[in-house]
């Protein structure tokens, strides 16, 4: 089939960004099991979690450029691009939307308030990735996605798609290093709190951090462009320029820096929570992509480390898109009982993280990767089944 051209298998294999993606994702669970005990940004624990969409983002445009690049050369059409991403992206989404929409109904008191219908149509228009506005916002939180919160940033990982296949892989290197400045600017803006275009106002507990982008209200709209544009930009810039750098023990040298960013607490408060800004800007700008830059100079680990960040790799996008139905039981279980002992919130917390991973690891193996085979073979292979099939790395998008 004319646009389905085959990877080749001795294609590099970039494992250690494969386990930094799965890194990050249980990162993100601790953080968002620390959040509900928070009381505000500042105050958390596990502080810069929410930074790790922006790490997922960057490893979006390496991954699409690695991914796609070559295969347009070679007579990919828009048609096979996108079947591909959608059979890659939207049956792990579904399932997160399912699973949020019965932890709704089935745990959480909001659903007197709810009717079945529009929980209903809440779900369909989560599957297509619709987001609601704020009158049908039936948990009250903002959010555009309300029965898995972090899809927001698969609607922008969609987003970022579109603009790669119809603008953005036409771009020269020259000009793909201008957009990287021009939104690292935006990036500044909004870390800083600059307000040079005056959607950042009504931003007060978020001043001087990178958080935001999951409802349709303006500002939120700009926070969400501003943190995909740069490090998608960046991720693919770093690809094509291939910038490499090859030290020993870059996987644990990456995991240890990814670590620390994600985990860092609160840098400043009072007069000097500016200097928090100035923090994640350096994150974000400086700090992701030179963990792309050496995850990405080592291409052969040992067995051992090869097989841990291959599972990681594999985890990752199940975890993230799935884990926070438990999360929202985990909240309301603890609105409704605020004065269980310490013991009983840690036992909470270790179990929500325990099922997430068993959820995650369950939905990959005996869902994600069959559906996803049937879809191609459907979809992809139907017209020509004597082509090869392609091979793909973890770290491929498809």
Sequence with gaps: MKGSSVLSSTRPRFEILDGMRGVAAIIVVIFHIFEIHSKGPALQIINHGYLAVDFFFALSGFVIGYAYDDRWKKGMTLSTFFKTRVIRLQPMMILGVTLGALTYYFGLAQIESTTVKTLLLIWLLSCLLIPVTRQMDIRGWGEGYALDGPQWTLAFEYIANILYAVFIRHFSKKMLFLFVILSALLSIDLSLHLDMFGFLSNRIDERYTMIGGWSLDPSQLYVGFTRLLYPFFTGLLIYRLGLRIKIKGAFLVCASILCLALMMPRVGIGAYEWTNGLYEAFCVLIVFPLILIIG???????????KICNWLGRISYPLYITHYSFIYFLFEWTYKHPDMPISVQIFN????????????????RLYDIKIREWLKNKFLYKKEPKLPKLEITNLSPE
């Design 296 to 306: 990405s100079g080592i291409l052969e680990l040992d067995a051992r480390k090869t």
């Design 349 to 364: 917390g270790i179990a929500v993280f325990l099922i997430s991973m068993g959820v995650a690891y369950a939905s990959e």
